[in-house]
C-alpha cells in the first residue's frame, strides 16, 4: 500500500482496469471468440506497460497533498478513464467507433446502464466487460464516498456534518464549561500527514469496503444459479443489482428464467443502496442507532408503500370508469402488488431492474404512463454514499421534515420542536442546504434538456434522456416509450429504436456529462470551479 500511495491515484486505477480486461480476455477464449481475446489481453499488457513506465518516472517524486486532488481524481475516473476502458471495446467491434465505445463505458461506469447497443447483437464478452465496469464503478463510488466526499463534507454529508465552531453532538458534563476547540485551517502543517493523502484514504476504504461488496456479489451470483439463471446472466445481474447498474446481458424483465424467487433474492440485495449504514465505514452517516429509526429506510418504505396503494386505488378507479374492465382473483392481486413494490424499489434504487407482472400491473390498474411515476422515484434515488443515484434519500428526508415543522408552527407558533440534535440539524441546516441541492439539480436538469432539443430530439424524449442520464438510471428510457432519432448510428449492433443509439454525436456528449454530474454531484463540480478551492 506504501509504493501505491505514493502514485497518482488516476495511475493506481489506471492499472487496476487493466488487470480487469484479463477476465474478459479469458471468457473470450474460452468461448473460442480468439480476436476478441487478443484485444482485451494486448490492451490490457499494453496499458500495464505504459503504467510501469509512468509510475516509475512519478513513484518517487514527493508529492503536496491538496483536496482538488480527490475530486480530480473522481472526474478523471468518470470522464477519462472510460477513454482506456472503450479501447478494447472498440477494436472488438470495428464499426462503432471510439466514441461509441467511450459513451458505453462513461454509462457502464457511472451504473447508468444505458446502452448504445441491442442485448442479442453484442458478443457475450462485451456484455461481460460492461458489467465489470459498472460493478467496479460501484465500488469507487463506495469508496470515494467516505475517502473524498466525506472529508470535504458534500455528496450529502453536508446534511448532517455539524459546522466547526458548533458541534452537534452532546458532550460529556464534565466538559460543558470548557471552551469550544475550533479547528485550525486545513493548510496548517499539522495537517500534511499520510492520513490527508487522497490516494492513502482511497486504498484503506478501498479494503475495508471490498469483502462486503464482494461477498454480496458472490452470495447472489450463487443464488440466482439455484434459481435457475443462466451462468453469465446470473453473474451480470448479481454485478447489475449491487452496483445498482442494471446492467444484463439479456433484455426482458428480472424473473424470465429465475421467477418470483429471483426477484425477491435481488429485492433483498437491493436493500443495500437505500443506506450507508449496510456498508463498512457508514457509521457517520447513521443518525440514528436503530435500524428502524433510519430516516432513509422509513422514507424508502413509505414511498415504496405509496406507490402500491396510489397503483391499488387506480384500479377501483378504473373499475368505476369501465366497468368491463380486468379485474381477475387474490393471486392476481398479490401479484401485482408485488410486481408494483419490486420496480418501485428498483427505481427508487436506480437499478431500473422490471418485475415479471409488470404489465400485468399496467393492465390492471388501467395506468397507461406508469413511465411519471417511475422518474419520480428516480430522481429520489437512494441512500447517501451508497451506488444509487438521483437527489438521495436524506435530502428529500431533511425537507419533508422542515415541511412538516413549518406545518406546525402554522398551527402552534410556540411550539418546541424535539427529536435530538441531529433532527434539528436536518430540518434547519440540513433542509437548507438539500433545498440548494434541489434548485442546482432542476438547473442541471433543464440545462441539459435545453442542450438536447437543440438538436432534432422532441421535448418529451430529451426530457426523459435527461431525467435517466442525471439520475444514472438509463433503463428509464426503455420504461418510457420515446420517438426514436435514427440520425446516427453505433454500428451494426446498434440499437436506436431504445433512444440511445441514433442520437446526434453532441446529444450523446452532453449526456455523457449528465450522467458524470449526475453521479459526481453539482455541489463538487462547483467545488472545483471555485477560485478558492485552487489557491494554493
Known sequence: MGLLSRLPMPLTLTVFAALAMLIPAAHASEQDQHAIARNFFYCAVLVLILCVLIGLALGLRPRRNHPREALLTMVAVFGLLPVVLAIPFAQSLPDTGLFNAWWEMVSSVTTTGASLYAADLLPASLHLWRGIVGWLGGFFILVAATAILAPLRIGGFELISAPQDRPDLPRDVAGLTDPVDRLTHLSAPEFHTRFSDPSWRLLRAGAVVAPAYAGLTLALWVLLLMLGDPGLVALMRAMGTLSTSGISPVGGPLGAASGLPGEAAVMLFLLPALSRRFWPGGAELQVTQRLRDDPELRMATGLVALVVLVLFARHFIWIIEAPDAVTGGLSDTLSVIWAAAFNALSYLTTTGWGALEWHGVRIWSGLEAPGLMLAG??????????TAGGVKLMRVYALARHGEREMNRIIHPSAVSGGGPMARRLRREGAFLAFIFFMLFALSLAGTM???????????????????????????ASAIALTPVFETSAGIASAPWEGWSGLPRASKTVLALAMILGRVETLAILALMSPDFWRR
Open 377 to 386: 422515484l428516480a430522481m429520489m434515488g437512494g441512500g447517501v454514499a451508497t
Open 450 to 476: 435545453l442542450l438536447i432539443s437543440l438538436q432534432r430530439v422532441g421535448i418529451e424524449s430529451a426530457t426523459v434522456l435527461s431525467v435517466a442520464a442525471l439520475t444514472n438510471t438509463g433503463q428509464l
